[in-house]
């Protein structure tokens, strides 16, 4: 089966998790959230009680239990061992402690056999995380990474956690955007960055649709000239 991927990769609160699902729904791809599987390796870490920092443990957890993604509806849903647990994965708890799966390179090694394994039960595929472009997906057929200024990163993310009724100090969230991008720049496997052949977009004067907009012209331009 010839594939088609999309990568979309960048830091968080960049917009890529919302355009690469409108992108999906545009193109008629599967989305996938890699993100998901981190915070599904995560949680059912917590559930064990092991300790994160300790990564035989972290391998055990892994291996103990079984994982699965599913596309459903533009969306992907996390299951571990057959339980829905999608609605458990974004708790402010659960993303403070997803940094000990994703700095493992064993970890990491094993997430990204869990993508590709995904990737390909599909024909088109839009996936969006760190490493996508870089390692997950060298030879994706069109690469995106999205930036954006942390003071609209934090911005955005305190009118999403309002959108859910939550109230957010601007100054805690921007502080906390900055942490994650240290440490998700800094590791020595599947570092944030984009690959050398991906299409920087800057984001943050630009709207989800103007986003989408563009990624969508990058996509059906190189589309058709593939196909000519
Ligand atoms: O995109 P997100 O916020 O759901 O990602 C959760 C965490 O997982 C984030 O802190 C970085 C990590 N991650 C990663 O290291 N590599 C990926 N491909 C996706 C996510």
Redesign the pocket.
């Known amino acids: 089966m010839t594939q088609f991927v999309v990568t979309i990769d960048g830091p968080?609160g960049s917009g890529k998790?919302t355009v690469a699902r409108l992108l999906a729904e545009r193109i008629g791809a599967t989305f996938l959230d890699?993100?998901?599987m981190?915070?599904a390796v995560t949680w059912a870490a917590l559930q064990d009680g092991v300790n994160l920092a300790d990564e035989g443990q972290l391998a055990g957890v892994i291996d103990r239990h079984v994982f699965a993604f599913e596309a459903a509806q533009g969306d992907m849903r996390a299951f571990v061992d057959g339980r829905d647990i999608t609605g458990w994965i974004r708790a402010p708890e659960l993303t403070a402690n997803?940094?000990y799966i994703?700095s493992s390179p064993a970890m990491r090694a094993r997430l990204v056999e869990m993508q590709r394994r995904f990737a390909k039960r599909h024909r088109r595929v839009v996936t969006e995380?760190?490493?996508?472009g870089t390692v997950a997906f060298p030879d994706a057929a069109v690469k995106f990474y999205l930036v954006a200024d942390v003071a609209e990163r934090a911005r955005r993310r305190q009118a999403e956690l309002e959108a859910k009724g939550v109230r957010a100090d601007l100054k805690e969230l921007h502080d906390a955007i900055l942490s994650?991008d240290a440490s998700?720049e800094s590791r020595t496997v599947?570092p944030l960055r984009p690959a050398a052949d991906a299409i920087v977009i800057d984001t943050t004067t630009l709207s989800v649709e103007q986003v989408v907009e563009r990624v969508t012209e990058q996509v059906e331009a190189r589309c058709s000239n593939r196909d000519s």
Request: hydrophobic fraction near 25%.
């Open positions: 968080a998790s890699t993100g998901a981190y915070r997803v940094r994703a995380g760190r490493d996508q994650r998700d599947g």
